[in-house]
Each structure stands twice: as C-alpha cells, then as structure tokens.
C-alpha cells in the first residue's frame, strides 16, 4: 500500500522508540503516508495500524485528534491560513478574503479543479513572520501580502 | 521579524551559519559537557548549580528548574527519560522555533546535561508540527552531534550512554501540556492524564521522566560554563538570567529578543522598533494568549520578569508579548482567542468542553450584535466556572483572557450590547 521509500522512512522514527513501543511511530507514520498518498482513507489507516501492530480504531482516534491530518480528500495544495489574534492584527484576515475571492472558495472548501483546498488554521508558533499560511503543512510562506500571495497561487497552478 | 542575541541562547548570532556545530563549539559549546563528563560531576552539584542561577521554567509555568530535577527518583532502577516540550502554540509564542533554527546545539548539550544529572539514557524532543522545517533542521542537528560523538553509547569514553530524538506535533495546541505531550509520544490522542501521578513519578512509558521547555535547556549549558551565580547576575533575584521575549502585533520590528529579566517594558517597546505607524499603544497581553491583557498605562509601569507582571494581575508566561494599538477592538480580539480555546479544547473535561463553547459563543453573538443585557454576567459566571475544575490548566487558559479583558475593558463590551456595534472606530481588528 505504500512505497518502499515511504516504509524505510517509517523504520528510521519506529528505531526511535523501545522496540515494545512501536505505536509511539504512528504520528510520523501517518505524516508519511499522508505525503505518499495525500489524505489518510480508511484502508490507508488500517495498513499503517497493521504495520506498527495497533488496533485500527487507536489510528483513527490519532488521525481524528491532531488537525493536521486529512482524512477526507483534498486540493493537490492545501492552503492552511492562520487567523489567530497575532496574525489578525497584521492582517490576516485581508489575505485570507484574497484567497477566498481568487480561489473562488470559502475555508473548508476545495476547488472545482481539485487543485486547491483552504482551510483556516490555529497558531503556527511564529507570529514574528505574520501574516502567514501553510503550503501542503510543510511550506511556510511568511510575511505575506498581495503580491505574495498572488505570485504563490501562480506557483502552484503551474506545478 | 528582526533577533537581537544575547550571552545565554543567541550567543551564536553573530557569526555566520550560527546553527552549526562548529560555530557553537567556537563559542565554547560542549565545553561544560565535556567537564562533567571528564571530571565525572556529582548530579547534586549540577542541581545546586542550577538552583542557584534561579533559572525558572521558560514554558510558561515560572517553575524552579532546580527543584523540579531534584523531584526525580535517584535509585529507580529502570529507564528514566528526559524530555524537551518544544511544542509552542500559544498564540504569541514563537521563541523556541528560532533556539532550534539558530542555536540547536545549546538545546542538544542542555538536554545531555539534563541526561546525565536525571540519570536518563534517552531524551525525547517534541517539535509543534506547523514548524515542520524546523523538526527537519533538529535531526540534522542530531546526526551533527551525534557523528562528533556527543550522542550515542560512551560519550567522549566517559562511559556515560545517551541518545536523543525527535518526535513531530501534528496540530494539537493540547500537547503542550506535559501530559498530554507524554500521551502524543506514546502514540495516543494528546489528552492530559491526571496529576498525581506527576511525570518525575509516572512519566513517558510509566517511567519516572522530567520535561523542560526549549529555552530552559538550552540555557543550562551557560549556567554549567560560566556558573549561576553569573546567570542569576544576568536577571534579578528569584528571576535569573535573560529571557527570550516574542514580541507581535502592532510593532514596527517584530521578533525575538534575548533581554535580561527586569528589563523595563518600554525598553522591549523601543526594541522593537515602537508601536507601528506612530500609533497609540492601547493594551499589552504580556505572555502568550491566555495571559490577562493589560492597558497600555499598566503596562508602561512593568518590567518584564515573572514577580513584576504576577503583580499587575497578569502572567509572564512563556514571555510572548501581544502588542495592541489603539484601533483594536477588544470584543473582537476576544472573540478570535476564545475560538482558539473552544477549537483547542481536547473535549476531555466537561467545564472546559462545554465552556470554551459556550464563551465563544456569547462573545461572538456580543460581537456581532446580538448581545443580551445579561451575557456579562454569564461570561464572568462561565469563566469562574471553569478556571480550576479541569485537570489541565487549558481551561484556565481560556478563562482568564476572557476573565483580562472584562476587568479592563467591560465598557466596550458593555457598548457593543448596547449600541450593536463597535467603540472603536475603523479598527483593524
């Protein structure tokens, strides 16, 4: 169900932990496969769980706690935008009306297309850089403002 | 954002590449490592070392570091673990992503330090998932120290074994409470267990385990090199050493600043460059989101350490310093944090799940103009209902910023009831 790349990267967190404690693999594991794969169905959880040797239903309850993780289906990119106070106040939400009207969706939503979803996001850890968003929840585009945010919708688009 | 370095956690940042191994052993970095380990240290003297710089936990709580290793089991024969809570989402905070980014080797020798005087052979570091670049750095930082032979078995032939990991957050503000973090690496859902037992007792895998924040290891290095009585030197009684203060919001320069505790608030102000567009300073939330705002007049009066602030009414917390203008609207200010309390609550406790719902909820019908005569009263009712009654201290986090902002600043709320709408005029917030 996934990759030999994506396994080998799983051994490398599972060695890690003490060998009786390979479910302390799972948030790791699920990351991966989420990479692999882009959002975590069902038959992908169940593998992962037969891999680190749990109960299916303790990585649903790990894939469902931490937001992160896409158990339905998403855009190619999805597009994380946080909208905390500290964010707020330099203007995230004006950025976040950008994506909206230049994505045509409201957060939560995916394009007709498929390529983009948005979503909006709780704290980050690095207000310094506010305004800010996610890329696919590994890129962070910082300092964000129009022309930013237009130029990385091209980005993406083209890729 | 802009960084001003220090002795203690950006003694790096003046030099080129500053996250690299030789640039921090340049500076003397493992060199307090390589004394204890040579000169086989007592633990106990480390602890009276650490005691006496007064270094408190930099995550928010203010604890006394040295006390808190002197609460680990001494004899416990089995495993023992170290861990480094760097699972910062606080809204406010962003102070341990750049310790990792510039400074990772003062993390890793503070957590081997920390090793070595618990009597832990693993260490586990717990990186917010948001930062994922930053999780990448650290084990890059790893393999760094551990190919220089800082980690692993036999450390520089001392016969002392130690190994340290990473583990990734993946969206859970919940995790940083310690317990909580403990179950993620478990591999559960983040929910916070119940205290007693504490971790130094029953921690990760039911071991006795000790758990520290970013900042506060990665200042222990100093403390060993230079002594504590220097660190303390470098704050002020019962507040040691220097502090790292996050500060965001309405400043021309955002950024970290690595400053010694006592420093006057103003002082920080100026640092960062001043209230932007020459604006007026309205209110302060002194650290990180759940700490009670201040108004800018009480705020002026503060220096920033843990005694000063406590004294205001309001916390130093993890020394993130939100910085409001005079356009911000506090029913909307307020309304933002308490959805991040009501979206982040692990849904565990009762008063915490319901309440943090519940508050938003009525700050945001006030907000958008449906506000009832009687809903002051209900937030203050909701608040006091929550703040004590759950098993982590989530609850009370989403209870003072309401708690702060009805203390100073009920004639706005009380005016948006009124009028259905905002005092503040064109506010950006």
Known sequence: MLSAESLALIDKEIAKYPAEQRQSAVMSALRIAQVEKGWLSNELMDFVAHYLGMQPIAVYEVATFYNMYNTKPVGKHKICVCTNLPCKLMGADEIADRLKKKLGVEFGETTEDKQFTLVEGECMGACGDAPLLLVNNHRMESFLNEEKVNALLEELKNK | ?429
């Open chain 2, 1 to 429: 954002m802009i960084l001003q370095g220090g002795p203690v956690i950006f003694n790096t940042m003046h030099l080129p590449e500053p996250w690299k191994l030789s640039t921090y052993e340049s500076t003397g970095g493992y060199s307090a490592l390589k004394k204890i380990l040579a000169e086989k240290t007592p633990a106990e003297n480390i602890i009276a070392e650490v005691k006496t710089s007064a270094l408190r936990g930099r995550g928010g709580a203010g604890f006394p570091t040295g006390l808190k290793w002197s609460f680990m089991p001494r004899q416990f024969p089995g495993d023992k673990y170290i861990v480094c809570n760097s699972d910062e989402g606080e809204p406010g905070t962003f102070k341990d992503r750049d310790i990792m980014r510039y400074n990772p080797h003062a993390l890793i020798e503070g957590m081997i330090i920390a090793g070595y005087t618990l009597g832990a052979k693993a260490g586990y570091n717990y990186i917010h998932g948001e930062i994922f670049d930053i999780y990448e750095g650290m084990e890059h930082a790893v393999e760094e120290a551990r190919a220089a032979g800082y980690l692993g078995d036999n450390i520089l032939g001392s016969g002392f074994s130690f190994n340290l990991y990473n583990h990734h957050g993946y969206g859970a503000y919940i995790c940083g409470e310690e317990t909580a973090l403990l179950e993620s690496i478990e591999g559960k859902k983040g929910q916070p267990r119940f205290k007693p037992p504490f971790p130094a007792s029953f921690g990760l895998y039911g071991k006795p385990t000790t758990i520290n924040n970013t900042e506060t290891l990665a200042s222990i290095p100093y403390i060993m090199r230079e002594g504590g009585q220097k660190f303390l030197e470098l704050g002020k009684p019962n507040n040691g050493g220097t502090k790292l203060f996050s500060v965001s919001g309405h400043v021309e320069k955002p950024g970290n600043f690595e400053i010694p505790l006592g420093t006057p608030f103003s002082e920080l102000l100026k640092m960062a460059g001043g209230i932007k567009g020459g604006r007026k300073l309205k209110a302060v939330i002194p650290g990180g989101s759940s700490a009670p705002v201040l108004p800018a007049e009480i705020m002026m009066d503060c220096t920033m350490d843990f005694d000063s602030i406590a004294k205001a009414g309001s916390m130093l917390g993890s020394g993130a310093v939100i910085v409001m203008d005079e356009t911000v609207c506090m029913v909307r200010a307020l309304e933002r944090l308490s959805y991040f309390y009501f979206e982040e609550s692990c849904g565990q406790c009762t008063p915490c799940r319901e309440g943090t719902g519940w508050m938003y909820r009525v700050v945001h019908r006030i907000e958008h103009g449906q506000g009832r005569p009687e809903d002051l009263e209900l937030l203050d009712r909701v608040a006091a209902n929550i703040a004590g009654r759950t098993i982590c201290a989530l609850g009370d986090a989403a209870a003072m910023p309401v708690q702060g902002m009805l203390k100073h600043y009920r004639h706005e709320f009380e005016h948006h009831i009124e009028h259905k709408k905002c005092l503040v005029q064109s506010g950006a917030v």
